[in-house]
């Protein structure tokens, strides 16, 4: 990856709310999973205010108290159920495909990283034809629920010979900055996801409302 001193810079992409555009989805079977429990649903903004990682947090915060084991089990297993649903209307958010081709075609590396399940992930990456641009795909593998930052550390050790402080993480919520900083990577933020643009401002890294600004500011912040 490195030449004469000359550190090219590799990105690790987030997935939902990142390459994929499915905000809606996600606030689709939030809002389904709701009704089931006697939830009141939220509009796109409420979600955006609200939600936290880890999202047990995010339930408490509507619930006024920690959900128990028993509600957080239901209610992740409902959101999944009607996610999975809701995400076959997806498209990839606009010029994804254009971006992760010039970055591979330039000779730079790039790789995914997401919370969503590994089992899921892959099929779901390859059924959009852009596997082929990833150095590696990693979903979670463990309990869903928790932070990304120990995933991301582990996604580092199996890439090999890729330096964090040669990478730039590029997602859609304040955990992916969290999870960059863990390991020494930098962060750019893109605020057509989970979250509202002050709560990504709040996490002190760069935010763009496109990911062709990701990839621009990104360019700029390790070569």
Partial sequence: ???????????VWDWNGTLLDDIDAVLGATNAAFAEVDLAPLTLEQYRETYCVPIPRFYERLMGRPPTLAEWERMDDLFNRHYTEHRAACGLTAGVEDLLDRWRLAGRSQSLLSMYGHENLVPVVRGYGIERHFVRVDGRTGPSGGSKAQHMERHFEVLGGIAPEHAVVIGDAVDDAVAAAHVGARAVLYTGGSHSRGSLEAAGVPVVDTLAEAVALAELMTD
């Fill in 1 to 11: 990856m490195a030449t004469s001193g000359n550190h090219r810079t590799h990105l």
